[in-house]
Structures are given as structure tokens and as C-alpha cells.
């Protein structure tokens, strides 16, 4: 059975800081949104898998985040922690039409 999606208004793409994160909520989701240097938006859930730092609020290098709190390297396209550290975050994927970023956010 395919799984239906819900495109959700994230914001506009030119306040999006760049490499820089921004948490939103979205439904009962906390989510951080990046727009990285090479102009890609991403979203992941905005809880690292270790202790649950915010990673809207971490270091962003390249496809990559920081977590704040214990400097895990998290891939943006994936989800996946970087070795040694092991784990990984929701990924969504991401649209923009008409300067408008969107969030598709799977259906229950």
C-alpha cells in the first residue's frame, strides 16, 4: 500500500538562513530546516539519536550537522550518525515552488 503525503508551507527560501538551521513545528514534529551553501534545503527531525540535542542549533559543514551537545556529525541527506557514533534522524524531503519551501510529511 503507497504511503500518502501531505506537503506542508515551511517558509519562504530567501529567509532561510544559509547554513544556518531553523527549527519549526510541524504538527506534533519538531523539525530542523537548513539551507545549505550549495542552495539544497533539508529537513530532518531536530533531535539527535545520542541525548536529544536540538540539531536546528548545530554546526553545519557542507551535507553534514553537529549536534550541539556531544559534536555527533549527522548526514543531511540520510539521516545516518558518522562513525564511530551510530544511529540516525527522519529524513523529508523537501520542494520549493514559487519561492516556497515545503516539507512532505507522511500520512498515518
Not at 538562513?17 to 530546516?33: C, F, R, T
Not at 548545530?58 to 559534536?71: I, K, Q, T
Request: negative net charge.
Amino acid at each position: 500500500m503507497e504511503q500518502t503525503v501531505r506537503k506542508v508551507l515551511i517558509g519562504n527560501y530567501q529567509d532561510l538562513p544559509e547554513s544556518l538551521g531553523k527549527a519549526v513545528e510541524v504538527d506534533d514534529k519538531e523539525l530542523a530546516v537548513f539551507r545549505l551553501s550549495n542552495g539544497n534545503v533539508k529537513v530532518i527531525e531536530n533531535k539527535c539519536p545520542h541525548r536529544g540535542g536540538k540539531l536546528s542549533e548545530g554546526m553545519v559543514s557542507g551535507e553534514h550537522v553537529f549536534c550541539p551537545l556531544h559534536d555527533w556529525k549527522i548526514n543531511l541527506t540520510d539521516g545516518l550518525v558518522q562513525a564511530p557514533d551510530e544511529g540516525c534522524v527522519k529524513t523529508y524531503k523537501t520542494s520549493i515552488e514559487d519561492n516556497q519551501v515545503y516539507v512532505e510529511i507522511p500520512e498515518r
